[in-house]
């Protein structure tokens, strides 16, 4: 049983479900580290528009399974909405400095198949300085569609899809037999 209680990944809820967000602009919020839900449950206190994706971790201490709910972008929230109301967070103890994103279409897409792939049940796991890779699209199963790019480690193969502002991404394990190379 969690001490806190677990944030949401987006705030509102539904930030991400629409096909286009409400007005303002994406920015990445460098938080200090292990800072990131404190600055997500500050967020939603002042009703700011933010996401920060998670994913689970499992670990066994004494035949008892701990689960974490960490960041998949470790020291990074993503707030959406005009400049005076982040103006005010740049100031906060918690956060570092507050990056502007310059593509604002693509950085939404790509925030948008993360948001994919967590809501899609797969196991994501977090993929920091993504390595050059074929590029592939996912032709079979409930992703189909998504574009990223293949790695392989060890026996499994995985999609990554990137957040090329953050050069960070986040994969899934998939069948070869569900990509096809673009």
């Not at 939603?44 to 689960?67: A, G, M, S």
């Not at 994501?124 to 300085?129: A, N």
């Not at 079979?140 to 499994?156: F, I, S, W």
Request: aromatic fraction near 8%.
């Amino acid at each position: 049983m969690p001490v806190v209680e677990t944030e949401p990944q987006c705030w509102p809820v539904h930030l991400l479900d629409d096909e286009q967000s409400a007005a303002g602009t994406w920015s990445a919020l460098h938080v200090l580290p292990r800072n990131e839900k404190v600055v997500a449950r500050q967020l939603r206190r002042d009703n700011l528009r933010y996401f920060l994706p998670f994913h689970e971790k499992k670990k066994v201490y004494q035949r008892r399974t701990v689960r974490s709910q960490l960041p998949l972008f470790p020291g990074y929230v993503f707030v959406h909405g005009d400049e005076e109301a982040l103006h005010d967070w740049v100031s906060i103890s918690q956060v570092i400095r507050c990056l502007q994103v310059d593509d604002q279409q693509s950085f939404e897409t790509s925030i948008r198949r993360v948001y994919g792939l967590l809501n899609s049940g797969a196991p994501v796991t977090p993929e920091s300085r993504l390595q050059p890779g074929m590029l592939a699209e996912i032709v079979d199963g409930p992703l189909a569609g998504y574009r990223g790019r293949v790695l392989r480690k060890g026996k499994n193969l995985r999609f990554v899809v990137e957040v090329d502002f953050l050069q960070q991404g986040a994969s899934v394990e998939v069948d070869e037999a569900m990509i096809a190379a673009l």
